[in-house]
């Protein structure tokens, strides 16, 4: 017997049918609002939506996982988690957003607010998808919603200039995906992700083995642009320094996360055979390896001579995508909760320091490192949550960031891939040179001013949670992994019949 869209308990599905709900409601009550009408009204009820997605993300672990239209679309424990990572990563950017200037386009464009909802509605899309249709539905839904947000700013050259780049060079990356995807969809005949599973076996013993890899090369090229990985980063720094800094947050930890969990879904589904026949240990493992110490290298070498703090901050992107890999790339210890538990790390620390970034730059109208010279003297708070957030982002020992990178070592460790296991303990020394350069210039530089920095009050909450979950992750680091280690990520990975008998 067919079934259809309406046979389903679509309740499961209430956290994007909220998010898709409000990004209607409010483009259509954007259009009947008078301009002369703040838009952060609509900014406040975006937030809210949010808000309220997350509370259903929330009550979803207390249900059984379901899929639906024949195994596509899944919520179980694996999507759950990531979503609830989106949602609080773009709760905390709405709030960023809601403290700009009257003068930004966060303040007086609508489209701003319910593009984001739109654009974490494909991130949510790319987590719960099990078929590569919804899957690149998913990650174009981001794509062209980030696109946008990037170049928002219409009268700013280096805003346009950036929205150019990451258009060219985020289609070219889809393209690569999507010609890898033709060739899997030729050689099994399916588009859902456990039909190809089975299929790919097949494939392996026909004798497809070279056609199998050269759809894995195109989508892994892909994917490194999509989470900005070496080689293909070149987009990140010239896109994170022309978007304004709420769209450069979203960028470095809500698209990357969705991205991530979106690869994984790809290649630890589609792709198991090859762990099973070894091709993974031999082909797939070492590839990914280099393109993650490539990334730790590259990402931390080229941030030493970045004076621009935005720029800076892409290459520490680069480097920590490198770092969030590696459990992936080794398929080590706990591989799926070291990765949740250190983009949620990524996400506090990361929040939190460009909102300070924002702040400081705005203010001294320099977005130079030079601009946070004597912060100390000027807002004693901001260069203490600054340094918090920089001293974990470099993984000094006892901060959030030093066990989020010690349980990516243990993967690397676990796996005897001890070589990388050096290049993540170099390349973390390396990042200390570019982190303290920034607390240097707020405690041992002279302000030319000793005015203290207006803080908004969002912005103040954000810098404050921002505080809250990196101290705290870093206190009782246990307790999370703990909860992340009890989640059954396998019933992500598992055919809809697995689902059935949890």
């Known amino acids: 017997m067919e079934q259809y869209l309406l046979d389903f308990d679509l309740k499961v599905m209430a956290p994007e049918l909220v998010i898709v709900s409000a990004a209607a409601l409010l483009s259509v009550i954007d259009l009947v609002l008078k301009e002369s009408v703040p838009r952060k009204i609509i900014g406040v009820l975006s937030l809210l939506s949010v808000i309220a997605a997350g509370v259903f993300v929330g009550m979803g672990f207390d249900h059984p996982s379901y899929q639906i239209l024949g195994d596509t679309y899944r919520i179980d424990p694996y999507s759950l988690t990531f979503k609830g990572i989106i949602l609080a990563g773009t709760a905390l950017v709405l709030l960023f957003s809601l403290g700009q200037k009257k003068e930004d386009p966060e303040a007086k464009e609508g489209e701003y607010y319910y593009l984001l909802l739109t654009a974490v509605l494909g991130g949510m899309i790319m987590v719960s998808s099990a078929d590569l249709i919804t899957l690149f539905v998913g990650l174009e839904l981001l794509s062209l919603s980030s696109y946008i947000l990037v170049g928002i700013r219409k009268k700013e050259l280096q805003s346009n200039e950036a929205a150019w780049k990451y258009v060219v060079l985020g289609g070219v990356s889809s393209a690569f995906i999507l010609y890898g995807m033709s060739f899997v969809y030729g050689l099994t005949g399916s588009t859902n992700l456990f039909t190809i599973q089975q299929r790919m076996m097949e494939a392996l013993n026909g004798g497809y083995e070279l056609i199998i890899f050269l759809s894995l090369f195109l989508m892994v090229v892909g994917f490194g642009f999509k989470i900005a990985t070496a080689p293909f980063q070149m987009w990140t720094p010239d896109v ?5 800094t709420p769209i450069t947050a979203f960028l470095s930890v809500v698209s990357k996360t969705a991205a991530f969990a979106f ?7 589609a792709y198991v055979p090859l762990i099973n026949t070894g091709a993974w240990e031999e082909v797939v493992g070492p590839l990914l390896i280099i393109i993650a110490a490539l990334s730790m290298i590259v990402g931390n070498t080229v941030a030493l001579k970045q004076t621009n703090a935005k720029r800076l901050m892409a290459y520490s992107s680069i480097a920590q995508a490198g770092y969030i890999l590696v459990p992936l790339a080794t398929l080590g210890l706990m591989p799926f909760s070291s990765m949740a538990y250190y983009l949620l ?14 702040l400081v730059t705005r203010e001294s109208e320099n977005e130079k490192i030079s601009a946070f010279a004597g912060l100390h003297r000027k807002s004693p708070w901001l260069a203490f ?14 901060t959030a960031g030093f066990f989020g990178k010690f349980y990516l070592l243990t993967s690397a460790v676990s796996s005897q891939k001890f070589w990388l296991a050096g290049i993540m303990i170099v390349t973390t020394i390396i990042s200390y040179y570019y982190y303290f350069g920034i607390i240097r210039q707020m405690y041992f530089r002279s302000a030319p001013s000793v005015a203290a920095i207006p803080v908004p009050w969002t912005a103040g909450l954000v810098i404050v949670i921002g505080l809250a979950g990196t101290i705290g992750l870093g206190i009782y ?6 909860f992340l280690g009890k989640i059954n990520w396998g019933l992500g990975l598992s055919p809809a019949e697995n689902m059935m008998q949890q």
């Open 385 to 398: 949550a600054m340094s918090v957030f920089l001293i974990s982002l470099a993984g000094i020992p006892v």
């Open 240 to 244: 994170y320094q022309g978007a304004s």
């Open 263 to 269: 690869v994984m879904r790809i290649l630890l589904i």
């Open 345 to 358: 790390v990524y996400l506090f620390m990361t929040m939190g320091a460009f909102c300070i970034i924002d």
């Open 477 to 482: 680091p246990d307790a999370v992994v703990q």
